[in-house]
């Protein structure tokens, strides 16, 4: 039976490598952080994801992030090396929406705008009525 604390895992429940990593602070910062009983592993971890939020994914630590009009998602050539999740969502430059895992990006009026968009229901609506009218429906 293995000692210690069982491994962190990742979003595909792989453990994750870890590494010791000294970090030069103020005594009374490291005194503070006892006194409250801080885990400076955890505050370390946390403040540096919020830092490099948008380049680093925090489920699996790979940092293949792109920037899509959607938001920003872990991905990558090679599946293994990002998780496909989506870390932030944009909001819909045309209605102010925000966009959802299942939202699409889509084309209104020549502008990019969301699925959820008034025009964009629209059109769909109006695009509806022209096939009825022709007998494409």
């Known amino acids: 039976m293995p000692a210690g604390r069982p491994a962190e895992l990742d979003s595909n429940g792989k453990p994750i490598a870890k590494c010791l ?17 801080v885990n400076r592993s955890e ?10 939020e948008g380049k680093i994914c925090p489920y699996c630590y790979s940092h293949d ?4 009009p959607k938001g920003w998602i872990c991905k990558s050539e090679d599946y293994s090396a ?13 209605c102010e929406a925000i966009h959802t895992p299942k939202s699409y990006v889509a084309s209104v009026n020549g502008k990019v705008g ?17 096939n009825v009218v022709f007998g494409n429906e």
């Open 114 to 130: 969301c699925d959820q968009c008034p025009e964009h229901i629209k059109q769909k609506e109006d695009n509806k009525k022209i």
């Open 43 to 52: 505050l370390f971890r946390t403040a540096a994801l919020k830092m490099m």
């Open 82 to 94: 990002g998780c496909g999740k989506w870390l932030k969502f944009n909001r819909c430059e045309l």
């Open 65 to 68: 992030i792109k920037h899509t």
């Open 21 to 37: 990593v000294n970090v030069t602070i103020p005594v009374k910062l490291r005194d503070f952080l006892a006194e409250h009983n």
